[in-house]
């Protein structure tokens, strides 16, 4: 397995403990596929970024059987933009929304060494608060008091969430391949928050119409597949692709309020060192393909997609009856 996905297999008893760091940048606005160069060059567009720490740990009930939990917290996040002339710039903060769940691994992990695939069952918790609020102008660059941040950087989403994923590896001699897939289902289809729509607007929530008044609460999903090979004792190299987005219309729920929704191709290239005590990776996601596309209303909307970011962190095996794998 690549640097930094949990598993593959746990001992009775055992926790497998990961905390990473990811720090990102943005000053590229997408509509569609096209960059609005435009807008870079008038300085006329927002400006994202932040950095986060992700708490992952696993705890096996059974060799095929964990638990498995995640806890997200924003160090910083922040969406920059002129208003009236003027840039502004909202800045939070905070717990996210906390994931609890079960992996089971499908394959007899005795007899399935060198490959196995998992499904994992997990549900969102609305830990992290969505109606986090920042001093800021109305769109006119007037009457500056406490509103809600944009969704973007709002630490929480405001509503339950069921994500179903599976996990996926293929040891061969001298390499492995890897895969994973994740859908995260909204329970809700919109929270209580004004959106950026709602607060920018100088005649107030009310002047704006009533399915994009407050922040939606949407589905996403992830995708990612790659190789990982062995370079010396201990080290690791990890290469791989990955989808991440936000779809225009939720599954189990309506589809108004206020989002985003678009996807991000990245190139993973990534570095893993395993020792005694501990595992240590990092990564740099390289933005391949970006887009941005319409809402369940069919409005085009335009939003920034990272270039770059950097990711790394470490992991510790605690307890259980240590066997060979």
């Given at each position: 397995?690549?640097g930094?996905l949990l598993?593959p297999?746990?001992?009775?008893?055992e926790?497998?403990?990961?905390?990473s760091?990811?720090?990102?940048t943005?000053?590229?606005?997408?509509?569609?596929s096209s960059i609005?160069?435009a807008?870079?060059?008038?300085?006329?567009?927002p400006?994202?970024g932040?950095?986060s720490?992700?708490?992952?740990g696993a705890y096996?009930l059974t060799r095929r059987?964990?638990?498995t939990?995640d806890?997200?917290?924003g160090?910083y996040?922040?969406w920059n933009?002129?208003l009236?002339?003027k840039?502004?710039?909202m800045?939070?903060?905070g717990?996210?929304?906390?994931v609890l769940?079960g992996?089971?691994?499908?394959?007899?992990?005795?007899?399935s060494?060198k490959?196995?695939?998992?499904?994992?069952?997990?549900?969102?918790?609305p830990?992290?608060?969505?109606?986090?609020?920042?001093?800021y102008?109305?769109?006119?660059g007037q009457?500056?008091?406490?509103r809600?941040?944009?969704?973007?950087?709002q630490p929480?989403?405001?509503a339950l969430?069921?994500?179903l994923?599976?996990?996926?590896f293929h040891?061969?001699?001298?390499f492995?391949?890897?895969?994973n897939?994740?859908y995260?289902?909204s329970?809700k289809?919109?929270n209580?928050?004004?959106s950026?729509?709602?607060t920018?607007n100088?005649?107030?929530?009310?002047?704006?119409p009533?399915?994009?008044?407050?922040?939606?609460?949407?589905?996403?999903?992830l995708y990612?597949a790659g190789?990982?090979a062995?370079?010396l004792?201990?080290l690791s190299?990890s290469?791989g692709s990955?989808?991440?987005g936000?779809?225009?219309?939720?599954v189990m729920?309506?589809?108004e309020?206020?989002?985003?929704p678009?996807?991000?191709?990245?190139?993973?290239?990534g570095?893993?060192?395993n020792?005694?005590?501990?595992?240590?990776?990092?990564g740099?996601?390289?933005?391949?393909?970006g887009?941005?596309?319409?809402d369940f209303?069919?409005a085009q909307?335009?939003a920034?997609?990272?270039?770059?970011?950097l990711q790394f962190?470490v992991?510790?095996h605690?307890?259980?009856k240590?066997?060979?794998?």
């Amino acid at each position: 397995m690549s640097g930094g996905l949990l598993g593959p297999y746990l001992e009775k008893g055992e926790w497998q403990i990961q905390g990473s760091f990811n720090r990102y940048t943005s000053y590229e606005p997408f509509t569609e596929s096209s960059i609005q160069q435009a807008a870079i060059a008038a300085d006329t567009g927002p400006k994202t970024g932040g950095g986060s720490l992700n708490f992952q740990g696993a705890y096996a009930l059974t060799r095929r059987l964990n638990f498995t939990a995640d806890v997200p917290i924003g160090l910083y996040s922040y969406w920059n933009f002129p208003l009236g002339g003027k840039r502004y710039e909202m800045k939070t903060h905070g717990l996210g929304d906390v994931v609890l769940g079960g992996r089971v691994w499908l394959l007899n992990t005795e007899k399935s060494t060198k490959q196995n695939l998992a499904l994992q069952f997990a549900l969102r918790l609305p830990t992290g608060d969505s109606n986090y609020q920042v001093l800021y102008p109305n769109g006119l660059g007037q009457d500056i008091k406490l509103r809600a941040a944009k969704s973007d950087v709002q630490p929480g989403s405001g509503a339950l969430g069921l994500r179903l994923a599976a996990q996926g590896f293929h040891r061969f001699r001298h390499f492995a391949l890897y895969g994973n897939a994740l859908y995260l289902f909204s329970l809700k289809e919109h929270n209580d928050t004004y959106s950026i729509l709602s607060t920018l607007n100088p005649g107030g929530p009310n002047a704006v119409p009533a399915n994009v008044r407050f922040n939606a609460a949407p589905d996403s999903y992830l995708y990612n597949a790659g190789v990982s090979a062995p370079l010396l004792k201990g080290l690791s190299f990890s290469l791989g692709s990955q989808i991440a987005g936000v779809p225009s219309l939720n599954v189990m729920t309506g589809s108004e309020g206020f989002r985003q929704p678009g996807y991000l191709v990245t190139l993973n290239p990534g570095l893993s060192l395993n020792t005694n005590l501990a595992s240590y990776f990092i990564g740099v996601p390289v933005r391949l393909y970006g887009y941005i596309g319409q809402d369940f209303s069919g409005a085009q909307q335009t939003a920034n997609l990272n270039k770059t970011s950097l990711q790394f962190g470490v992991n510790f095996h605690l307890g259980g009856k240590k066997t060979i794998k």
